[in-house]
């Protein structure tokens, strides 16, 4: 039969997604009174099924690539290609018509009802977003496009030769003048449209338009437009890509691409057009060593594969796509990253042999570790699929990284030999130190190979340090703050009262002041000791942090920024920071204003004393306003452990 270009818009309207899961063993577990939304589930997975311009679409909050309409559910769950699913659709339609409803009418199920688009809406929302986007861009990078300033670029240790290289040649712009004068170095984001964002950088700025992340940064050639290219390096900044040149500059034609930090799957589409269109020998995954970095490696070995061979399908265009025996796709929370690996397999045995194999691939690593840390569970298995999650704490994404190579070794094993890829056709090359724009900062200084390596480990070790800073003075505000509110729980008379004081306070605080507050009382009565002076009798106090710490670089962000967001976390009111360098180090100094009768002064206290404990800061305080938040902090800790007595 031939193909319909309209026939899968229609199998998305005609289709009711809900009532298709349920005859696939999904069960319904709630919905939306209105009928809007449904949850449902099928052996531990869970799917919400809602709606999307007038059809159903549904995500699985386990795998956020697992989503889509009715077209995308069946490829996922029944293993089919596009072909292979319009198929199976048509003879669901057959096999469970629609009482009453023409196959060419576009209706929407009745759980899905509502307020129907007028006529032409999605294109007027379409061009008003063209509108903005337009706006923006044409505000940023003006009329006349060029690089008129490369002061910025310099400071980054790139050269005039690595600027002036073909491949950036109209891939780094000089923006207009903004409202305070100052122009940034800005990077143009494509997509297969045109121009789709910039991102803005300069020393302590970084900017991405607000507009979808609907595109990535392309470099030319780097021997010039139109030449053959013969690799793809992937990167997560255009500053990443040009040091790269600029350390590894070498005989093959290469045209670089990058994301301007996270990767969406927008992006990863375009990256896999762009190798399609280019058709490299190789692909270099350079991205950042760290979780980060790693984890989005771990996606490319998933996603990205040769040059698609191009077909023609109903007058649309699509590529042949290899099978995926295995496929794999890694998340990460605050604390873990996760692997989410989907086996497909002929029969049930196939699976057991697929998940003893991957089994003995983590007891290998846990078994090299002073404790095992790949927590391995099976989610899902069935005939024909077996669903795994691999969990390590976020400082070991190493470890799945090993695990999913590990799996592109397997995948490429399992396909026809007419699928598989080129051997070492993708290939990843991290920097020595944290990204290659570091390492080419610390070469640009004359450190050597193992210099570099030695500083990149001290480097590491700092940021662990900054990172434990930041956790340890985090814990402490919220141990303080969970304290402040059990005390106001306790004072029942005027707690509304106080809270209303309290934000008229902190908004107070704009201008290094507060309103005054109304004290709290006792159970009996009397005014808290912490507050005896809020009649009124409160005053402002002010210090100096200064901090001390190794120079980064321009525009790097380090302790003096994790001190100043801790500080301002506490209630206190902090000002801008103050640089500067010498011999190699990075002096600091920010204003901090605090009033003595602030409902926070126990916290505010508490995190000066934390923050002057650490080493490299200095709190410089008059020592009478020391003792004396000191011992307002002290009645109120004192205060909250007598209420406690007295509750028990």
Do not use: C
Not at 12 to 24: G, M, N, P, S, T
Not at 321 to 336: C, D, F, K, L, N
Not at 449 to 478: N, Y
Not at 562 to 572: F, H, L, M, N, P
């Amino acid at each position: 039969m031939e193909n319909d270009p309209q026939e899968l818009e229609r199998f998305k309207e005609r289709i009711d997604l809900v009532e298709y899961a349920q005859r696939q063993g999904y069960q319904i577990k709630a919905q939306g009174k209105r009928n809007d939304w449904q949850h449902l589930e099928n052996g531990g997975e869970h799917i919400i099924v809602s709606r999307k311009d007038d059809k159903q679409v549904y995500f699985n909050p386990g795998d956020d690539r697992d989503k889509g309409t009715i077209i995308d559910f069946v490829k996922t769950r029944q293993h089919k290609n596009l072909g292979e699913v319009r198929q199976h659709l048509r003879e669901y339609l057959n096999e469970y018509p629609e009482p009453q409803k023409a196959y060419a009418t576009a209706l929407v199920p009745a759980r899905l009802e509502g307020k129907p688009k007028e006529q032409g809406e999605t294109a007027t929302e379409a061009e008003i977003e063209e509108e903005k986007r337009t706006r923006l861009i044409s505000e940023v990078l003006g009329v006349k496009r060029g690089l008129t300033d490369r002061t910025y670029l310099y400071s980054r240790s790139l050269t005039d030769e690595t600027l002036d290289s073909p491949a950036f040649q109209g891939r780094v712009f000089t923006t207009e003048k903004n409202e305070h004068g100052f122009r940034n170095t800005a990077f143009p984001l494509y997509n297969e449209h045109g121009l789709a964002s910039v991102e803005q950088k300069n020393t302590g700025y970084k900017n991405l338009l607000e507009l979808p992340k609907d595109g990535i940064w392309v470099s030319h050639p780097t021997q010039g437009k139109g030449t053959p290219v013969e690799r793809l390096v992937l990167n997560e900044s255009a500053i990443d890509s040009m040091s790269y040149h600029q350390l590894k500059n070498d005989d093959k034609n290469t045209m670089y691409i990058a994301t301007a930090g996270t990767v969406t799957e927008r992006q990863t589409a375009l990256i896999q057009r762009v190798i399609d269109k280019q058709n490299p020998q190789e692909l270099i995954l350079a991205d950042d060593k760290d979780a980060g970095g790693r984890r989005f490696n771990i996606n490319y070995l998933n996603d990205l594969q040769p040059a698609r061979p191009f077909k023609e399908l109903a007058n649309q265009e699509a590529y042949s796509e290899a099978s995926r025996p295995v496929q794999w796709h890694a998340t990460a929370g605050r604390y873990h990253a996760n692997l989410r690996v989907e086996y497909h397999h002929e029969n049930s045995q196939e699976g057991a042999e697929r998940v003893k194999y991957l089994t003995g691939q983590v007891e290998r690593i846990n078994s090299v570790q002073d404790e095992p840390s790949i927590e391995m569970m099976v989610q899902r298995s069935t005939e024909k699929d077996t669903v795994i999650k691999l969990s390590v704490a976020k400082a070991d994404t190493a470890q799945l990284e090993v695990i999913s190579q590990e799996l592109y070794r397997q995948r490429e094993q399992l396909r026809p030999e007419q699928e598989r890829h080129p051997v070492n056709f993708i290939r990843v090359e991290y920097p020595i130190a944290k990204d290659y724009s570091r390492d080419l900062e610390l070469a640009s200084q004359g450190l050597s190979t193992s210099q570099i390596q030695a500083q990149a480990m001290q480097d590491e070790r700092e940021r662990e340090a900054q990172r434990l800073q930041k956790e340890q003075l985090r814990a402490e505000a919220q141990r303080l703050e969970q304290a402040q509110h059990l005390l106001q729980l306790q004072q029942p008379n005027d707690t509304l009262e106080r809270r209303q004081q309290h934000k008229e306070g902190q908004q107070g605080k704009a201008t290094l002041g507060i309103t005054s507050v109304v004290p709290a009382k006792t159970d009996a009565g009397q005014r808290l000791p912490a507050t005896e002076q809020l009649d009124g009798a409160g005053s402002e106090k002010e210090l100096i942090i200064k901090v001390e710490e190794r120079d980064k670089g321009t525009g790097s962000k380090g302790q003096a920024e994790a001190v100043k967001d801790t500080v301002e976390r506490s209630g206190a009111k902090v000002g801008d920071i103050q640089s500067t360098s010498t011999s190699g180090l990075r002096h600091s100094e920010m204003k901090v204003a605090y009033r003595t009768d602030d409902p926070e002064i126990g916290r505010i206290s508490n995190t000066l004393d934390a923050i002057g404990n650490q080493k490299g800061n200095d709190v410089v305080e008059n020592n009478s306003d020391r003792a004396e938040r000191r011992e307002i902090a002290g009645k109120v800790e004192n205060h909250r452990l007598s209420q406690q007595e007295i509750t028990r």
